[in-house]
């Protein structure tokens, strides 16, 4: 059985996570689950959403895949309860995972559209603390805690952080793009408090595709063409960070974007910097390449990628994550050893080990349990 890190998985949040910790005055607002014609929705304030369908369908055959689950007792226990998910990932030999939310959005940007910005700041604080506290206790050494932060409000952001860096977080879960949102894009200073404390803390900021862009569409065939493209984010925010001031200003900042798949950065990588070398005369750049920054300060994701494996050389086998998606649709879940397997046959063992491991070990600061590989993997390959 291969050790496994998995950078990027999902939290179906259970229906207290906010209810139990806003304050009382909040709790009538804060987002709670409501019942109607056989399904269950999320609402707050004034709104109400379904977030469950392709977000929770580990462990169906794919024939059964759709808009189900539409309640919690359609889903298996792991996509909700830590103590269940814990049990599903280490019978794959997943020993260790950083999982995103699901109701906030995968960078948390959904409380910058409450109108009441007080309970948006307590829904941020309330599922941080259930991170921290319930899903990551329940299995401390399998899940790495990674919270969110107000993503309206730079300064919030920051103080945030750090109460969450007090209580042990090891990541940011971030979005992609604030441009995207209406927020200030990162072309700015205006973000500078959040780096300043991220770079201090050597934390990394973990952005997911969609965490900054349009929510994928469930008319025809659009979900099967946005899902199929969705790298395309993750190229297009990418380059744009390699390009902006921030990376300059602060050389020391760890930036992963999750899910977006590694087989165009090499691609995206030549074109960046043949074109900063065309324009910077006119447009004052300095010296430092985009491609530079990447090798530098970013780390990127891959699932099922043997075309992505192939060109791994061709940017660094040292700053590519292994992720499982658990229990989304693209999770390889419950058959991870085979597609691993799979997937890296042809890998020679110290890339595979980094890619799958070491790399995200070093990264989150967070080294596999030999306890668990112990008793769970008695025949553990090397």
Known sequence: MYELFSVDDHIVEPADVWTSRVSSKHRDLAPHVLTEGGREFWCWEDKREATMGLNAVAGKPREEWGMEPARFSDM??????????????????????????????????KFATFAD?????????????????????AAPE?????????????????????????????ALCWVEDPANIGQPGYHTDHWDPLWD???????????????????????GLIPIVQIAAAFAGAAHSSVNMMCSPIPRRFPGLRFVWSEGGI????????????????????????????G??????????????PVGLSYRHDFTVDRILWESDYPHADTPWPHTQDSVTELFASVPDDERIKI???????????PLS?????????????
Not at 149 to 168: I, K, N, S, Y
Not at 356 to 366: D, I, Y
Not at 370 to 382: C, K, M
Request: charged share 25%; with cysteine.
């Open 356 to 366: 799958t491991r070491t790399n995200a070990e070093q990264l989150f600061k967070f």
């Open 197 to 219: 404390v991220c770079q201090e803390a050597e934390l990394p900021i973990c952005m997911h595709i969609g965490s900054a862009s349009a929510a994928v569409s469930l008319e």
């Open 263 to 290: 087989g165009w950065i090499p691609a995206a990588i030549e074109r960046a910097d043949r074109q900063w070398l065309r324009h910077k005369a006119w447009t004052h750049l300095d010296d430092t390449m985009p």
């Open 292 to 305: 530079e920054i990447a090798r530098r300060n970013m780390w990127f994701c891959m699932i099922e990628e």
């Open 117 to 137: 910005k007080d309970l948006a700041l307590e829904c941020v604080r309330a599922w941080n603390d259930f991170v921290i506290d319930e899903w990551c206790g």
């Open 370 to 382: 030999q306890r668990l590989i112990d008793l769970h993997a008695p025949a553990v390959v090397a």
């Open 76 to 109: 298996i226990d792991g996509c909700y309860q830590p103590a269940a998910r814990a049990r599903d990932l280490l019978s794959n030999g997943i020993f260790a995972s950083v999982a995103f939310p699901t109701l906030p959005g995968f960078g948390g940007r």
């Open 142 to 170: 399998v899940f790495v805690p990674m919270t969110i932060a107000p993503t309206w409000d730079a300064d919030l952001a920051a103080a945030e952080v750090r109460r969450c860096l007090d209580r042990g977080t090891k």
